[in-house]
């Protein structure tokens, strides 16, 4: 299993000093026809904004 080593979105409820403290997260493709070539056609599903 991996581990998210860092993760910049600061907004986050997760994220604590660049840090995901979620026990998982599931990444999905962000292009509308799910065809990925790059990592920024990558999103973060876990995300939660903070309260
Ligand atoms: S859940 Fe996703 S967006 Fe939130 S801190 Fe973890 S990796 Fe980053």
């Known amino acids: 299993m991996s581990q998210v080593s860092r993760c910049q979105v600061e907004e ?3 994220n604590k ?3 995901c403290h979620a026990e998982e ?3 999905l493709s962000s ?3 799910r065809s990925v070539s790059q ?3 990558t999103m973060c599903e876990t995300f939660a904004p903070k309260g």
Do not use: L
Request: glycine share 0%.
């Open 17 to 19: 000093n660049m840090e």
């Open 39 to 41: 990592s920024a056609n």
């Open 31 to 33: 292009t509308t026809n």
């Open 12 to 14: 986050c409820m997760y």
């Open 25 to 27: 997260i599931e990444v």
